[in-house]
Structures are given as structure tokens and as C-alpha cells.
């Protein structure tokens, strides 16, 4: 994995998004608080937004260079995104959300299989149902399914247990734990929690105020109690 | 009521519906555009669409007789290239009808297409739809209340539109009368109670688009 | 002393002027503009008197009347809506006089090569359109249906007319290029540079076309009304008529 976010210069509205980095971990946490920046970012990896300076390189694949005016269109990323109110599609069907990704994908990756996700994520009951009937952390789930089922080779997660109480997030959890084991991709991890971070990444960057102010491996994050 | 009555009536709606049609695609565009995007001079075009909602409709009416007139210049390249003669024909009617009820279906259009999230439109590219598939199983299916009410809006403007149209279609009978236009020429002659009954088609007609209307945008904010 | 002098003068003048300036309502037919405005221009530089009018087809007129719109004098283009009037009791009949004579003529754009020498030519294929004044309603309209159907021709010819508002519509029709000929008075082809005239229908061929004036009973100017209709009874009046292209009908 490798993921190359240099010369990024995005000014947002209290300060400058600004980052020159390497990623190499496989779970990266993008730790900060509220307002540091963290979704702004994702939109620029994902080719939702576009700044006034950039370079973003995935693997062997130049997907922004402000420089020489290339931007790859996010539909042609193929880079999972997971949002913090995670967009379902209220006026589709589970199954027509989770396949939603799969028709402009022309080779299907065994392990992004309907049956493979659907196991792993625990959704195969849910499939005939409309998104509004579902509950909070099915709702979580159905949406990492759907980024999944587009067979992504990165996934950004944006603050996936944020909006859920404590019970929920420890039910959330294992799925995420899974979510490493049984895909293999590389992922982006959204955070403003220090326990999420030491637990479920390999590496985390910290960021404030738009600057990334540490980049090191997640157990090297502040001691805090883990939650469960 | 007469056959002509009848002839009148059915070509009133049907020139309607037609011209509803016709300004669809050219309406849900600028209004997506109007929504989604902006740009230098983006406030000339929201006046320029918003006009014939404000101006005269005769004024309106006059503007489109020069300007389709066969000295005008749209008019005139179509009366030297092709033979072809907008005023004073039933294709005034659609013209007149479709301009003076754009502004209704694109006001409402665009506050259905703000209304969606954008943020449902950008995961749907993540997952990698083109922008026509974004719009057509996302934008438009969200929207589709406010389109359907503005289309309705639009159909009962067109079915009472006077002012332009007897500017530039005049009443031909047989040719471009409309509901509107016969009664109008009912009331020059005197014969108002044949102009009451049809004044009575005209009512009910506007009533079920206006009331279809509103019933659709209630349902929405259920 | 003086300016008590000079008050009393100017009050008693004050008050005297509205009493003697009046307003006259005249709802004339539209082929009668441009020779009433000359008219009533001449009339005011020796009467306080203002003169309003109201141009417009004298089927429109008429039925403004009816309904209680605020005419002193009436002056029509037909006997027909004067007749209608007079039969609902709103004109009096002892004022009542058929004023002037008029012709029709067929008008083309004046840059038209089109020729017209007898009524069956206007079936003629290059014509797709003739603007005609309301034939349902306005007298020019009603004028020139009777023409046609003296000939056998307005079956046909009907399929190809753009009916307009009145006379003065017709008019713009034929100047705009829209219609590639009209049928109006010889009196409104007069006033316009933009058309020409091609053919004038020969009084045998033609009804009588005949304009009565009178003065309307609930006029609220009667007095001044009388004086203006007298004035168009004038031979300077009748002059100014005949300049325009009217005939005299007295």
C-alpha cells in the first residue's frame, strides 16, 4: 500500500488544510478533533473535492497533480467511502444500495463477492428491507457492505462509531476488526477517539488545525483506558 | 356545448401537455444547473428565467411576435430556410404556452434538486456512477416530488396563458382558439353565458392541476 | 385692498373653471384615429373643452357601453352596433346621423411583389394568410366577409384568415410580413407607409359601408358633448375627413 499526499493546500474556513506525507500502514487512523480537517481530507482522496494544490498518488496510480492538471474523476477512483451520516439511498432497498456499486465494476474480486460481504457484515437477513426501517448499526453496516461491494482498493471511513452509544459501538467493533481480516484493503480511519485509534489501526496521524502534527505506529498514541 | 366546443377544450389541453413535455428537459436542466452550480452571471439567467413570470404577458407576447416573426430573426430564417411559419399557427400556441410556464416548472425543479443531499449524490460516484446515472437514480428519483409538482404548475399555467398567445397566435378559430381566447371572444360578442360554460371547463381543469399540485408537495414533507 | 380685489378675481375664476371645462368621452372605431386626433386638436384650440377618446372595435366599444363604461358620444363604424344601442335604449336617437363613407381595399407589405386583380385571386396558393379584422364581430371584418361572400369565395378563403382584433390589427399584421395580405379600409392603408394597396373593391362589389354617430343618453357631458358633435358636422371637419380618404355621407 502506498498512498503519497503531498503539496496538499486547501483552505477551509479557519485555516489551511496543509499535508506532505507517505502512508504505508495497512489501517491508518486520521486523528484530530472536530473541525481539524479530517473530512475535508477524505473528500480530496476520494476525488470529491478539489483543492488549489495537491498531489495524491495511490500505489502506482496518480489520482491528483495540480501541477499538471490531472484529476481523476471519483467515479473512476475506485476508492470506498463510508461517510459519517453514511448517504444511503433513503428511496432504494438495502439490496438496490448494496448493488449500487456493483454494475460499473467489470471484474468482481471473489473476496467482494454478495455472499462473501454479506456473511462477513451479517446483513443477509436485512436485504429486502427499506433503509429507513433499519436500525442504527444495521444502517452502519449495510453502508460499509455497500463500499464494499464496489470492490474498492481503499476505504475511507469517516468516524464510523462516532454517531453510535457504547453498546452499540461494542457491536459495531468486531465487524471492523473483520473488516481488516477478511478484506485485505487498505483503509482510512477517521477519529476522535484516542481508544478507537490504539485499537483498531496499525499507524495514525494526527492532525490540528490542518497541519498533521504526528504521524507514528497506533500504539504509540497517548495511553488511555480502552473502552472494552 | 358544440363539437367546436369540444375541439376547443381538447386542444387546449393537449397543446398543454405538449408544450409541459417540450419545456421539460430544457427545465430540469437549468434548474439542476441553477441548483447545483454557480458562476459568474448566474444571477442574469435567474432574471431572464424568472421574466415572463413578472413582465406583461403581452409584453412577453411581443417580444416573441418580433422575434419569430418572419422579419424576426429566428422567425425569419425559418420562413427563408424551410418554409416554415411559427405565428399565427398552432406552433405559436406551444411557443407561447411553453415560455410562459417554463418559470413555474424550473422554480420548483430547482428547489426539489437543492432539496437532495448532495453528499448522496457524491457517495453514488464514489460507487462509480457516471453524472447521468447519478442524476437519473438519484438526483431526479428525490426529487421527483417537486418536479411532478412543478410540472403541474406549469400545465395549468399553460392551460389559462392568454397574453402572449393572442399576440402571437391570435384566434384562429379552428386553428389556435383556446379555452382562454374563446372566452375572451365570447365576452366581445355577448354571449356570455356560452362563455360562463366554458369558463366552467376552465376552472375545473386548473383546479385538479393546481390541487394535484399541492397534494404532491404534502406528501413530500410527510 | 388691492389683494383682497385680486383674491376675490382669482377664486371666482378658480371656481368657475371647472365648470367650464369639460371632459368628452368619444369611443370611436379604430380606422377613425388618426383623423378624430386631428379633428379634436383643432376643436381645443378654440374651446376649453378636452376631448378623451377611446379607439378600439366598435364591437368592443359597443359592448363597453353596454356595461355601463363612461361614453358621451359614440361613433361606429357600422349601423349595426348602433342599431343594437339604440335598440337597448342607450343613444339618442334624435343625434343619431350616419356621418361618413369608406372603401375597402386589399393591402400587401409595400415590399410584397404580390398582385391582386380581382377578389378570386386572394384563393390564389401564394397566399397563406390574410389578416382580416374579427369577420365574426368587427365591422371592417363583417364589411369584408360580405365582399367575399358576394363572390362565392369566403368558404375558401375563410380556411386562410388571421382574425385580429380590429382594423388597426389587421393593419400590423400585413406591415409585420406575418400575413402576406390584409383587407382594410382604404382610410387606414392611407395612414401606413409600410403597406401599399393592390386592389379596391369597387362600391358595386362591396356593402354600403356606413359610420353613424351619437351621443350616448347617460353621457355625463351632454352639453359639451352636443358641441363637439356639431363640430364634426362642420365642413372643417368634413374636410379633415375627406383628407384621410373618407366619404361624406350627407
Known sequence: MKLLLKKI???????????????????????????????????????????????????????????????????SRGIGYVPQDLALFPHLSVRQNLLYGRKSRKTIDPLFSFEHVTNVLEIAPLISRGVTQLSGGEKQRVALARALLASPQLLLLDEPLASL???????????????????????????????????????????????????????DAAEIPPQF | MTSEDWQIIWFTAWVAALSTLLILPFGLALAWTLARRDWPGKSIV??????????????????????????????????????FDVIFTWRAVLLALSVMSLPLLVRSARVAFAEVNPRLEEIARTLGASDWRVFFTITAPLAARGIGAGLLLAFARAL?????????????????????????QDVQLGEDSHAFRLLGFSVVLAFTAVWCSEFLLRRKTK | MKNKFLFLVVSLVWFALPVRA???????????????????????KNSSDRIIFNFGASSTLARQIEEGAPADIFFSADE????????????????????????????????????????????NASIQKIALADPQAVPAGIYAKKWLEHFQLWSVIATKVVPMENVRGALAAVESGNVEAGVVYKTDAGISKKVKVVYEVPSADAPVISYPLALVKDAQQPVAAKKFLNYLDSTEAGDIFKKFGFTLRD
Open chain 1, 9 to 75: 493546500s486547501l483552505p477551509l474556513a479557519h485555516f489551511t488544510l496543509t499535508m506532505d506525507l507517505e502512508i504505508h500502514s495497512r489501517v491508518t487512523a486520521i486523528f484530530g478533533p472536530s473541525g481539524a480537517g479530517k473530512t475535508s481530507l477524505l473528500d480530496l482522496i476520494a476525488g470529491l473535492r478539489r483543492a488549489p494544490s495537491a498531489f495524491i498518488q495511490f500505489d502506482d496510480r496518480v489520482l491528483t497533480d495540480t501541477a499538471k492538471k490531472i484529476f481523476a474523476p471519483a467515479r
Open chain 1, 165 to 219: 452509544d457504547a453498546p452499540l459501538k461494542a457491536r459495531i467493533i468486531p465487524y471492523l476488526l473483520r473488516l481488516r481480516e477478511a478484506f485485505h484493503i487498505p483503509i482510512l480511519y477517521v477519529t476522535h477517539e484516542r481508544a478507537e485509534v490504539r485499537a483498531l489501526c496499525d499507524a495514525v496521524i494526527e492532525l490540528e488545525n490542518g497541519r498533521c502534527v504526528r504521524q507514528g505506529r497506533a500504539a
Open chain 2, 46 to 83: 435567474e432574471t431572464f428565467v424568472s421574466l415572463p413570470l413578472v413582465m406583461p404577458p403581452v409584453a412577453t407576447g411581443l417580444i416573441l411576435l418580433k422575434l419569430f416573426g418572419r422579419r424576426g430573426g429566428i422567425g425569419g430564417f425559418l420562413h427563408e430556410q424551410f418554409n
Open chain 2, 160 to 184: 389559462g396563458e392568454f397574453g402572449a398567445t393572442i399576440m402571437i397566435a391570435g384566434n384562429i378559430p379552428g386553428k389556435t382558439s383556446t379555452l382562454s381566447l374563446a372566452i375572451f
Open chain 3, 22 to 44: 369639460a371632459e368628452i368621452n368619444v369611443f370611436a372605431a379604430a380606422s377613425l384615429t388618426d383623423s378624430l386626433r386631428q379633428i379634436a386638436a383643432q376643436y381645443e
Open chain 3, 80 to 123: 349595426a352596433k348602433m342599431d343594437g344601442l339604440e335598440k337597448k335604449n342607450l343613444i339618442d336617437p334624435a343625434t343619431r346621423k350616419s356621418r361618413l363613407g369608406n372603401s375597402l381595399v386589399v393591402v400587401v407589405a409595400a415590399d410584397s411583389a404580390l398582385q391582386i386583380q380581382s377578389a378570386a385571386d386572394l384563393t
